[in-house]
């Protein structure tokens, strides 16, 4: 992977066998994870739902 600086922010660009095996498709939302031991971990985010809220 590679970082690239755009527009005063950070862009890594995922390969594309990972992206596909995973489903991810242009305009998934990705989080990155960090846990205290450093590791970073990526986690497709869901927007939580407008629907199901109270009754």
């Known amino acids: 992977m590679k970082i ?5 922010q950070y ?3 995922l390969p594309k066998d990972l992206v596909e ?3 991810w498709k242009p ?4 989080r990155f994870i960090e ?3 450093g ?6 985010f ?3 739902s407008k629907r199901g ?3």
């Open 4 to 8: 690239v600086a755009y527009a005063g």
């Open 11 to 13: 862009r890594i660009t």
């Open 21 to 23: 095996e995973k489903g």
């Open 27 to 30: 305009g998934t939302t990705l």
């Open 35 to 37: 846990t205290e031991d």
């Open 39 to 44: 590791r970073i971990y990526l986690k497709e």
């Open 46 to 48: 869901s927007k939580p």
């Open 53 to 55: 809220g109270r009754p």
